[in-house]
């Protein structure tokens, strides 16, 4: 018993449903440049599960204000990797 991410593919989108009560519940994820919207909601939740954050037990506020950290750490490490990707590519350092 837990949260599962049920996956819509033709409108790209996803959402968090509690399985033990049969509830969607937290943001609707939608696909992106970067990820799909499953690989946004399965991330977020092993993110959240990782630093032992029980989402259904938040608020909404609480919820939203995790997803929006989760999203910055995310964008960092984008960042930082395609920095990566093209400094190899380029042959340069970093700046």
Known sequence: MGIEVLFDSEKEEAVFV????????????????????????????????????ELRLL????????????????REKDRADYLDRRCKETGLGHF
């Not at 204000?65 to 910055?72: A, L, Q, T, V």
């Open 18 to 53: 509690d399985n033990t009560v049969g509830v969607a519940f937290g943001p609707v994820f939608h696909s992106s440049v970067m990820r799909e919207a499953d690989e946004w909601a399965e991330g977020f939740l092993a993110w959240a599960t990782g630093r032992s954050i």
């Open 59 to 74: 608020t909404d506020r609480e919820l939203s204000d995790r997803w929006m950290e989760y999203r910055g750490e995310m």
